[in-house]
Structure formats: structure tokens, C-alpha cells
């Protein structure tokens, strides 16, 4: 099962570097990290990170990036996922824009073992300031997901859409909430993160998340308590680079 999971990683991993620009061209981006220990009556561990690359020239813009989180209880495994996305965006305009992107998820506590995701679609841009960033994103594409208790494989074509906002309240503090909706026959996909950033100087940062992510489809016999929503509260470190 281990080197299932792994060979199936590094094939997404594969993908995402296809539609990367030549290694010479410089990137840029963030990282996020959150670490809680607990000692005491209890042990419990939890391990968040995140990392986003982006490069840009006049036409294009590509980002890649991965989020990953593991938390244990008493040595007993009470979370674990693993998340790689990417994205091409063509400008059409200096607000419009067509896209192609990838998303692969691996849930430990999902009813699927694996969601894969491949789509296309157009991005309008209402607000792109300096103070603040309003962007929608439409399209369609293809999803392939097992199920954990079967381990029957479903496939299906997706409508995808997304809402990004960023807002600068002050010199040094930034909210944000990013919209991720995947709807096809077989399940369908929410995903939405509010979350505040204070800069600490030009290079950290202080965050603080709250992320919700459902899924309508949930086998009730896959998990021990099935539960169709789950949530994520995180407070991270967050470094440009």
C-alpha cells in the first residue's frame, strides 16, 4: 500500500513539473509551517505545511505548489494529507485569462483514497490592485477518485469554479479567502480557506487559517464515523522566498 501511494505521488508530481517554464527562469514564493507538541496526560503531535512557487512574464503565469498535514494522538494516527496542485494561466487581457490545472489529493480520512483532478477554463480578474485582488475562475474537467471501501475507481467529467479575494487592511495585514468548488456526478467538492496574515518584515509573517472541505458523497461504512465536512484551524510561519 505504501509504495502504492508513493508511486502514485510521484506520478502527479511528474504531471505538475510538465507544465513548469524552463529551470532557468526564476521563481518566486512562500512557505507556511505550524508545528503543536503536547505532553502530559496526553502526546500529541500535529505538522502542517505548505509551499507555493510562482513565475510570470508578460503572457504567462505558473504556480505549483503542495500542503501537507499529519497529526497523531497517543501514537495513534488521527490525521494525515497530502495535497499537490499547479496552474497555467495565458493572459487574453490585463483582466481575463485562460487556465489549465491540475489537483491531486491523498486523505488518510477521506471516503477516497486518491482525487485527481485535470481541468481547463477562463479567469476574469474584477479588482487587481495593490490593496485589493477579487478573481472568479470557471471551467470543466476530468476527476478520477477511489473509493476507500470498495477500492472501486470512479471516473467523470467536473464543472470547476473558484473565487480568490485578498484585501490589505493595513501596511503590514492581509486577509484572504479562496473558494474551490469540483462538482461532478458522483461527488462533489468544497473547499474554502479564510485566513489573516500579519508581516512581521519583509521576509516573515504570522498567519492564521480556518478551512473547511466537503464532499456530498460519503460512504457511511469507509471510515469508523464518516462525516461529510471536515475543518482545519492553523496557525502558521509564514517565509517569502
Excluded at 485562460?98 to 486523505?107: A, V
Excluded at 487559517?209 to 484551524?233: F, G
Aim: with cysteine.
Amino acid at each position: 500500500m505504501y509504495v502504492r501511494c508513493v508511486t502514485r505521488r510521484a506520478v502527479y508530481v511528474s504531471a505538475l513539473l510538465s507544465i513548469a517554464v524552463p529551470a532557468a527562469a526564476e521563481w518566486t514564493g512562500k512557505g507556511e509551517l505550524g508545528l503543536v507538541l503536547a505532553r502530559g496526560n496526553t502526546e500529541q503531535e500535529t505538522i502542517n505545511a505548505k509551499a507555493d512557487l510562482i513565475w510570470e512574464s508578460e503572457s504567462w503565469k505558473y504556480l505549483a505548489g503542495f500542503s501537507f498535514i499529519r497529526s497523531t494522538s497517543d501514537d495513534e494516527l488521527t490525521g494525515d494529507r497530502f495535497e499537490i496542485h499547479g496552474q497555467s494561466d495565458y493572459s487574453l487581457s490585463q483582466r481575463s485569462y485562460l487556465l489549465g490545472s491540475l489537483r491531486f489529493d491523498e486523505d488518510q480520512f477521506s471516503p477516497y483514497s486518491y482525487q485527481a483532478v485535470a481541468s481547463i477554463g477562463y479567469g476574469y480578474k474584477f479588482y487587481d490592485t495593490e490593496t485589493t485582488k477579487l478573481s472568479t475562475e470557471v471551467g470543466v474537467g476530468y476527476r478520477r477518485a477511489d473509493d476507500r471501501l470498495t477500492g472501486e475507481t470512479e471516473s467523470d467529467p467536473i464543472f470547476r469554479g473558484g473565487l480568490n479575494y485578498e484585501h490589505k487592511l493595513t501596511s503590514n495585514t492581509d486577509i484572504y479567502d479562496k473558494l474551490l468548488v469540483e462538482a461532478g456526478e458522483t461527488n462533489t467538492f468544497y473547499q474554502n480557506e479564510l485566513g489573516i496574515k500579519v508581516s512581521i518584515n519583509d521576509t516573515l509573517a504570522l498567519s492564521v487559517s480556518y478551512q473547511i472541505r466537503h464532499n456530498t458523497d460519503v460512504n457511511e461504512d469507509a471510515l469508523p464515523s464518516p462525516e461529510k465536512t471536515d475543518e482545519l484551524m492553523t496557525a502558521n510561519l509564514v517565509f517569502d522566498f
